[in-house]
């Protein structure tokens, strides 16, 4: 069972809402998918903040906690490996990664045994096994949802969002997150093409599910683009490195050799070397606002190829595209699939201005109609 961490088989109605690990559950122990966590874990006392909304749903009958689900080991790597918890199997093809770090709240919609997974994205950890396991998943804004009791990687960088089969069932996540949140009436109209090298395969998916869609589609090139997502990787890795030292210096046999190796690279961002990522994300910022006055949404892939199979989990970083710089900009992303001359549906990142959430499921739901078409 190495999706669910813990499955709840108790009654409940509505929709089933898998959480992913690191969220504290009142009564649960948060064990971040880690031996060294797992350890001393204790019953968390209180739930998350971000959780107020489905307990509330579900005193109503309209949603249910199914349980918590398993990630890539203290949410830091992509691959959705984890040897001490297991490997979510991806429902797509077993061969291959499920994604991560929210592997077990992928696969469990893609597997249909939740509608809906909570994940949390700090460099593209929705949006990366939404792309491996063929499910949409949305990145919120910086800030947009509470992170009160959840698990820290990287603060700065940290968000919570929905992952689900569709926009539809997206947007009744975001509706559990933030009770009252609608998707917008209309959707956007021009789109930013962004300019990155990806698989062909990959590369004409996106853009023929761009054509379907009727947007005005703009060429664009993201000045800047390589130096913004290093930043983001030196933010993410001092900060992931202030989050979990005292787990690598005391408890290292009880962390994975992959993250552990991580995190102990992440030792090495030296103070000068965060003030200069610091300053760098300030510039990227301006950089993405100014390209909002131009276009509505930006487009591009979300992966840059197909998941590799698990006994080549070491190449994920070879394909993980600007999903960190996303983060950096503090922006809304939506990974949606979409269908491709490959071995599997390839996913298009959908990128919002701050607080544009609304919107960018709106253009989500056209986009998904335009393909199935």
């Given at each position: 069972m190495a999706t669910w961490i813990t499955k709840d088989s108790g009654p409940g109605g509505g929709l089933r809402v898998a959480v992913k690990d690191p969220i504290d559950v009142a009564g649960l122990p948060t064990t971040a998918a880690c031996l060294a966590v797992a350890d001393r874990a204790e019953p968390a006392a209180a739930d998350?903040?971000?959780?107020?909304?489905?307990?509330?749903?579900?005193?109503?009958?309209?949603?249910?906690?199914?349980?918590?689900?398993?990630?890539?080991?203290?949410?830091?790597?992509?691959?959705?490996?984890?040897?001490?918890?297991?490997?979510?199997?991806?429902?797509?093809?077993?061969?291959?990664?499920?994604?991560?770090?929210?592997?077990?709240?992928?696969?469990?919609?893609?597997?249909?045994?939740?509608?809906?997974?909570?994940?949390?994205?700090?460099?593209?950890?929705?949006?990366?096994?939404?792309?491996?396991?063929?499910?949409?998943?949305?990145?919120?804004?910086?800030?947009?949802?509470?992170?009160?009791?959840?698990?820290?990687?990287?603060?700065?960088?940290?968000?919570?969002?929905?992952?689900?089969?569709?926009?539809?069932?997206?947007?009744?996540?975001?509706?559990?997150?933030?009770?009252?949140?609608?998707?917008?009436?209309?959707?956007?109209?021009?789109?930013?093409?962004?300019?990155?090298?990806?698989?062909?395969?990959?590369?004409?998916?996106v853009d023929a599910a761009l054509a379907a869609t009727g947007w005005q589609v703009v060429p664009l090139t993201l000045a800047g683009l390589d130096a913004a997502q290093a930043a983001a990787m030196d933010v993410l890795a001092a900060e992931a490195w202030a989050s979990d030292r005292e787990l690598a210096e005391t408890a290292p046999g009880r962390i994975g050799a992959d993250v552990?190796?991580?995190?102990?690279?992440?030792?090495?961002?030296?103070?000068?070397?965060?003030?200069?990522?610091?300053?760098?994300?300030?510039?990227?910022?301006?950089?993405?606002?100014?390209?909002?006055?131009?276009?509505?949404?930006?487009?591009?892939?979300?992966?840059?190829?197909?998941?590799?199979?698990?006994?080549?989990?070491?190449?994920m970083p070879r394909i993980r595209g600007i999903t960190a710089a996303v983060n950096l900009a503090g922006l809304p992303a939506l990974a949606l699939p979409v269908p491709a001359a490959g071995p599997l549906p390839a996913s298009i990142q959908l990128i919002g201005p701050p607080g544009g959430e609304e919107r960018l499921l709106a253009a989500g739901a056209v986009l998904e109609q335009a393909v199935r078409a």
């Open positions: 998350a903040a971000c959780l107020a909304g489905l307990r509330a749903a579900a005193a109503r009958g309209q949603a249910h906690l199914a349980g918590k689900v398993n990630l890539h080991e203290l949410a830091y790597g992509i691959s959705g490996v984890n040897h001490a918890f297991g490997t979510p199997v991806n429902p797509l093809d077993p061969a291959r990664v499920p994604g991560g770090s929210s592997s077990g709240s992928a696969v469990a919609v893609a597997a249909g045994e939740a509608d809906v997974g909570y994940g949390s994205d700090t460099g593209g950890s929705i949006r990366i096994p939404a792309a491996c396991c063929g499910v949409a998943g949305l990145k919120t804004t910086g800030g947009r949802i509470p992170l009160t009791g959840v698990w820290p990687l990287a603060p700065s960088l940290d968000t919570v969002g929905p992952m689900a089969r569709d926009v539809a069932g997206l947007a009744a996540g975001m509706a559990l997150l933030e009770p009252g949140f609608t998707v917008a009436s209309e959707a956007p109209g021009s789109v930013g093409r962004v300019s990155i090298d990806a698989d062909p395969a990959v590369t004409a998916a552990l190796a991580r995190l102990r690279e992440s030792s090495k961002v030296t103070a000068a070397r965060l003030a200069a990522a610091r300053q760098e994300a300030a510039t990227w910022r301006k950089t993405v606002a100014a390209l909002f006055d131009q276009v509505e949404l930006l487009a591009l892939p979300t992966l840059l190829g197909f998941p590799p199979r698990v006994a080549e989990a070491s190449g």
